[in-house]
């Protein structure tokens, strides 16, 4: 420490301790208070899994949809297979024909896109859209996730299986 850090907290100390702890216990305290702050997140989670384990209940926003707007159906398949094949996901759909209206530079365009609807782990969606719009033809594409909140608790507890935890501690996934 600098010495103007040692002098603020000589400072701190002589204020908040009037003779009733040492400045080791001090420092302790102190110490203590920014580990369990930097560690919140961490151990709110864990909280809420222990929770959802012993409960029996689900984790809302452990799960998610992503939402993929693909220009052909052999794209949509191509980019639906690949994410199956890599295991980062449990389900793809993929819907027929759907007419879009958007803006894109400066002008309202319309076309027909395939819609994806991908249910995965909400832990791979970076993974995911990285993935996909490395293999993606658009320049931007439209990758949108949403949190699933509550659901068929056997159905949750499949897509647990079918996705392993393990996929999103790999490294990152080059595009086919």
């Known amino acids: ?100 209206m958007y803006y894109w530079k400066g002008e309202i365009r319309d076309a027909s896109e395939i819609l994806l609807l991908v249910r995965t782990r909400t832990s791979l969606i970076q993974r995911l859209t990285e993935f996909i719009t490395a293999m993606h033809p658009y320049e931007i594409p439209e990758i949108i996730s949403f949190p699933i909140e509550d659901g068929s608790l056997s159905y949750l507890k499949w897509m647990d299986v079918a996705v392993p935890e393990t996929n999103s501690h790999h490294q990152p996934l080059a595009s086919p």
Not at 39 to 48: A, D, I, K, T
Not at 55 to 81: F, M, W
């Open 1 to 100: 420490m600098t010495d103007t850090q040692e002098n603020k907290m000589d400072w701190i100390y002589q204020r908040c301790n009037k003779d009733t702890m040492s400045k080791s216990r001090f420092l302790l305290i102190c110490g203590a208070i920014m580990l369990t702050i930097t560690l919140y997140p961490v151990l709110r989670m864990l909280g809420v899994q222990l929770h959802a384990t012993l409960s029996g209940r689900y984790v809302a926003g452990h799960h998610s949809i992503l939402l993929i707007n693909c220009p052909t159906e052999q794209v949509a398949k191509d980019i639906g297979r690949h994410i199956m094949e890599k295991r980062m996901a449990a389900c793809v759909n993929i819907l027929p024909h759907t007419s879009t």
